[in-house]
């Protein structure tokens, strides 16, 4: 008798954690993780990727079931900022100049489709944006850490990101509604 107590005492101890409004879910989903070789910010996970143009990088962060990097807050852009891997280098951003005509007004977030006015953060490096015919955003890594247009042939590495586990599992709970006696102490 005192094994099967012992035993149910554990399993409710494995199982608590996995309860979320009534249906079973993964363990590592409540907890917030991101895939391996891929770096937590709050509740994203960012990657890096190789070189290559614009149309690429969008596809590439796509495949991984991800977009390109949306930096909407300073502490994100410094979290990026301190973990690239090579300080050298320049990243595409998942802003874009949908009009073509250079107005900061008219540069969306191809993740969330808002204004780079309406995140209430920007952080445009000097003469930025500057040609009508670059059309889309660089964050160039070096001090200061400023965004730049670029032509989207041009090629650079790509900052992905993706919601973590968590948030996902929080919009959408996965697995089968818990019975009447879930979360109830038996011991």
């Known amino acids: 008798m005192a094994l099967v107590h012992a035993t149910v005492k554990f399993l409710l101890f494995i199982w608590a954690p996995m309860v979320?409004?009534?249906?079973?879910?993964?363990?590592?989903?409540?907890?917030?993780?991101?895939?391996?070789?891929?770096?937590?910010?709050r509740d994203k996970c960012i990657s890096f990727s190789s070189k290559m143009n614009y149309e690429n990088a969008?596809?590439?962060?796509?495949?991984?079931?991800?977009?390109?990097?949306?930096?909407?807050?300073?502490?994100?852009?410094?979290?990026?900022?301190?973990?690239v891997p090579d300080s050298?280098?320049?990243?595409?951003?998942g802003l874009i100049d949908l009009v073509g005509n250079d107005s900061i007004n008219d540069h969306v977030w191809v993740q969330s489709n808002r204004s780079v006015?309406?995140?209430?953060?920007?952080?445009?490096g000097?003469?930025?944006?500057g040609k009508a015919s670059q059309r889309c955003v660089v964050l160039r890594n070096s001090p200061p850490y400023q965004w730049y247009d670029r032509s989207c042939d041009d090629t650079y590495y790509a900052i992905c990101e993706k919601?973590?586990?968590?948030?996902?599992?929080?919009?959408?709970?996965v697995g089968y509604p818990m019975s009447s006696?879930?979360?109830?102490?038996f011991v």
Not at 117 to 124: K, L, M, P, V
Not at 163 to 173: C, E, G, M, Q, R
Not at 181 to 185: F, S, V
Request: proline letters at 2%; one cysteine or more; hydrophobic letters at 35%.
């Open 20 to 41: 979320f409004h009534g249906r079973l879910v993964a363990s590592d989903a409540v907890n917030g993780t991101c895939d391996p070789g891929w770096l937590q910010f």
């Open 58 to 83: 969008l596809k590439y962060c796509q495949n991984i079931k991800s977009s390109l990097m949306e930096i909407d807050s300073v502490e994100k852009e410094s979290f990026v900022a301190s973990s």
């Open 88 to 93: 050298s280098n320049v990243y595409w951003l």
């Open 117 to 124: 006015i309406a995140t209430g953060y920007q952080n445009w």
């Open 126 to 129: 000097l003469s930025n944006p």
């Open 163 to 173: 919601n973590s586990v968590k948030d996902i599992v929080a919009s959408s709970t």
């Open 181 to 185: 006696t879930a979360g109830r102490n």
